[in-house]
């Protein structure tokens, strides 16, 4: 009730700039603020030989959907990654792999992220894969923007009997730009179609000569 007041009384004083909150709850505060980015941390953990999340990869799309469900115009959903390592509440705390940052990274733009941001302390001066990782995803985001801002987007449907594939076919600018993202530790065999696919026959990998 506070936040609202102090939303509705901001945006009276000035209507023209977005509030943005980061909230693990954004859908208990979607009137609160005109754009949510949502950090649900993964949190590794590396103890006794073994490596757990504290929070799966999959589980990061829930936090994006809890915006997304209210399919309202008027608000805006974002994504912020951990890119540091959270020794502050647990000392075995390990960093996020380059194929952790990358994973979430892409199920939240999937999700619907419109805008992403991630989250490093010092972090970034002295772990070359979280330094590395985080100018790979902002100069992406960027080339791809164009796809990634648009409405042209197309139902995909993929076998995924585990509910771990996330998917987005979106066109911009004349790009079709498909995403499929692999969210189990571990490799997934899958058919992804849809027509707009159809006309294609070879597809280029995204920042690579590959077919």
Known sequence: VYLKYIYDYVTGLDPFHPVLTCSRAADQYIDCADAFTVHPYINPITSGGQRILSTPIHQVRDFLRDVTKFNR??????????????????????YPTWDEMECMSWSAIANGSRFHYPYAYHDLGDRPQVYEGYRYFNTSIKALEKQLLSNRKFEVKADDPENKIDTLLVEGDGVTLL?????????????????????????????????
């Open 73 to 94: 115009n008027d608000k805006v959903p974002g994504f912020t990654g951990q890119f540091f390592s959270y020794k502050t509440n647990n000392v075995n705390a390990d």
């Open 179 to 211: 995403i499929v993202v692999n969210l189990k530790n571990a490799p997934i065999s899958t058919n992804v179609s849809a027509d707009p696919l159809k006309k294609f026959k070879q597809m280029y990998e995204f920042r690579s000569d590959k077919v």
